[in-house]
């Protein structure tokens, strides 16, 4: 039974999107070593009558268990033990200006600058840019026991312990990650094949395969760059990640008969799904699948079936197709297993796709250069680092209890890639008033010493398991954690709960006027050039999908960069619209053209799927005229603040593969924005 608000009291739109807790499953394995990461060094403190020392560790673990994103080992390693070098730096360099006055103020906004400019390269440095700024402003705000190098060893063997026991598992479960991910990303694809020919679960399904694609090449191509040589295993899950590109090519021209596929082929492609992830492979298909594809391949479609492995039981499930678009299904799904069952790989014959990643020398320069000469890096570390000076400067001058609260509130609202600085603040403050109800409860009934590690034990396990459903449940789960850890290195009780609450208020009320409202950008949200971008990259897809001399694939590359550009901006619009009025109304506005280019480059691959199976080609004016439309389409995207309506004469030949793609492309140059 739904519930109806009454008039006046409905939640805006804004607000509900905000509110709303993401989908996600219990990761159990994080949820264990969390728990057992952040208890045991408080139990072994308190066993060695330090306390104080067992709480740095917990901290440190902390950061660990915030920084193991990644379900692959050789990424974990890089994602939790990178940033806890740059956390024992800044630990060393806050304590270093602890009690010093205003010289703790410009050292905390230098490290800003740093951390900010930092966190705009890329994943694992966004987080260890986090990290670094935390750890200083910690140090620069507690008084830390011991000598000057024992909370940086402290914290930092916290989170090392975090690492230890994610990588005990390693030796037992080595590859399977990998074949995990890729896995998924042939459930996703047969998702999209069971939603072909229904528009409103296609269009959802298929922007979930282009997160699962880009998700498994990251995973896959980043070890590739770590392996000198090719590794027999990644090159074969690579050859497999290549093998359904041509099914998910597929589907958008059978999407556009607006007929549903028959669900044999759904299913087996979620059969293969299964055979990657056990790594089940047999001489019979590897066989087979070379007889098909070697020199001497046959070319009859009833002749090539015999040869499918009988293992993946799909001979007798497949229909005969009947039409073009049918056989390119046919021919991708039927490609697909004959890589999956393929024991070994040439790793000769396998293409990178998007490229191959840069060695890691050339990568780490590539990232230096471009952090020192990006417009956007400066941006982002000037306008963090004002933030922090404004939030250092007020509690030097104001006698604030906690005040070191107010930065690392202010350092977890601006993160960069973490979405909407309106949004993380509003869920900030929300979520700690939810955690300091929990705290409450614990300072005021749990008594300080042994039981605190129970307490920790049944808090921890929380971090892991609400971080993914959004911002405010992470600040609620680690609200009471932080504030135990903190009562345990300066015995304030409950009397840390109200300013806990002050300072956070605080941070957020700086973050959201001197790090939202006084630039421009966040409150005058348009398209920007990144979407003109993706409109003009969209005409140069059309060129190359039909041109003369066409290489499959750099065709390939092309469009997976594309769909990863599209799937970005659609993200930062998702983003956009959880901004209050005017910011996420003009966000709603633009976010059809954003859907109708999604559309275009589908009804393009779609037409290329027709042309490889039969159907005549364009000519090259039917191509220059679409071409150009979408060119001045971005330029009018380019130059535009407002979206306006733009009548298009788009004509060819009656039932030409690119008439569906002259629809789109009218479409969207007809797209309006309401005043």
Not at 166 to 181: D, F, I, K, Q, S
Not at 517 to 526: C, D, G, M, N
Not at 607 to 621: K, L
Request: proline share 8%; hydrophobic share 45%.
């Amino acid at each position: 039974m739904s519930r109806e608000f009454p008039i006046g009291l409905t939640p805006p739109d804004w607000l509900v999107r905000n509110l709303q807790p993401h989908r996600a499953p219990l990761n159990r394995s994080a949820m264990a070593r969390a728990a057992l990461a952040m208890s045991l060094p408080l139990a072994i403190g308190l066993a060695a009558g330090q306390p104080a020392y067992g709480a740095l560790a917990s901290m440190g673990a902390l950061s660990g268990v915030i920084s193991d994103t990644d379900d692959a080992y050789r990424m974990r390693v890089l994602n939790i033990a990178v940033p806890q070098l740059f956390g024992a730096l800044g630990i060393t360099l806050g304590a270093a200006v602890y009690g010093h006055g205003w010289y703790a103020v410009a050292a905390l906004t230098a490290i800003a600058l740093v951390s900010g400019m930092i966190s705009t390269i890329g994943a694992v440095a966004s987080v260890s840019g986090l990290t670094l700024l935390l750890n200083s402003v910690i140090g620069a705000g507690l008084p830390l026991p011991g000598a000057w190098w024992v909370p940086p060893a402290l914290m930092t063997g916290g989170g090392l312990l975090v690492l230890a026991l994610t990588l005990l598992a390693w030796p037992l479960r080595a590859g399977v990650p990998e074949r995990a991910t890729v896995a998924a990303a042939y459930r996703t694809v047969a998702d999209l094949l069971a939603a072909c020919g229904d528009p409103d679960r296609y269009v959802t399904a298929r922007y979930a395969v282009t997160r699962s694609l880009n998700r498994s090449y990251d995973t896959i191509l980043s070890h590739r760059a770590r392996h000198h040589g090719r590794s027999p295993e990644l090159t074969r899950l690579l050859a497999q990640l290549n093998a359904i590109t041509p099914v998910v090519e597929a589907a958008p021209a059978v999407h556009l008969t607006g007929r549903p596929l028959p669900p044999e082929i759904p299913e087996a492609v979620r059969h293969l799904a299964g055979t990657i992830e056990t790594g089940r492979t047999g001489a019979a298909g590897g066989n087979a699948a070379r007889r098909r594809t070697g020199p001497g391949a046959p070319k009859d479609l009833d002749q090539d079936r015999k040869h499918l492995d009988p293992d993946l039981n799909l001979t007798s499930r497949l229909p005969v197709p009947t039409t073009e678009t049918a056989r390119a299904m046919d021919h991708a799904v039927r490609h697909a297993a004959g890589v999956a069952a393929r024991p070994d790989v040439d790793p000769r014959g396998v293409d990178d796709r998007l490229g191959r990643p840069a060695a890691p020398g050339t990568r780490t320069a590539r990232a230096a250069r471009n952090l020192v000469l990006s417009t956007g890096s400066w941006h982002y570390g000037l306008r963090l680092a004002v933030c922090i000076g404004i939030a250092q400067a007020l509690v030097s001058l104001i006698a604030v209890p906690r005040s070191y609260w107010v930065a690392l509130t202010i350092t977890f609202v601006l993160k960069p890639d973490f979405g909407s600085v309106f949004s993380r603040a509003l869920l900030r403050a929300l979520g700690t008033v939810v955690g300091l109800v929990v705290a409450a409860a614990v300072l005021a009934e749990v008594p300080p010493g042994w039981w605190d590690v129970p307490v920790m034990l049944l808090l921890a396990p929380l971090i892991p398991a609400l971080t993914p459903r959004g911002y405010g449940y992470q600040t609620a789960t680690i609200t009471p954690v932080i504030l135990l850890l903190s009562d345990i290195l300066n015995h304030k009780g409950t009397a840390l709960l109200l300013p806990r609450l002050l300072d956070s208020l605080m941070g957020c009320a700086i973050a959201l006027i001197a790090g939202y409202l006084l630039w421009p950008e966040s409150w005058h949200t348009r398209v920007g050039d990144r979407l003109a971008d993706a409109v003009a990259d969209t005409a140069a897809y059309v060129e190359a999908a039909f041109g003369p001399e066409t290489d499959p694939a750099g065709r390939a590359r092309m469009r997976r960069r594309l769909y990863r550009d599209l799937s970005t901006i659609r993200t930062e619009f998702q983003r956009a619209l959880t901004e209050p009025p005017p910011t996420g109304r003009r966000a709603a506005a633009w976010w059809p053209l954003v859907v109708a280019v999604e559309r275009i480059v589908d009804a393009t691959t779609a037409a290329r799927v027709r042309v490889r199976h039969g159907s005549p080609a364009p000519s090259s004016a039917e191509i220059g005229q679409v071409t150009l439309q979408l060119r001045e389409l971005a330029e009018g995207v380019r130059r535009a603040e407002h979206l306006t309506a733009v009548r298009t004469d788009l004509t060819g030949p009656s039932g030409s593969v690119l008439e569906p793609l002259r629809q789109e492309v009218a479409a969207a140059r007809a797209i309006t924005t309401l005043h």
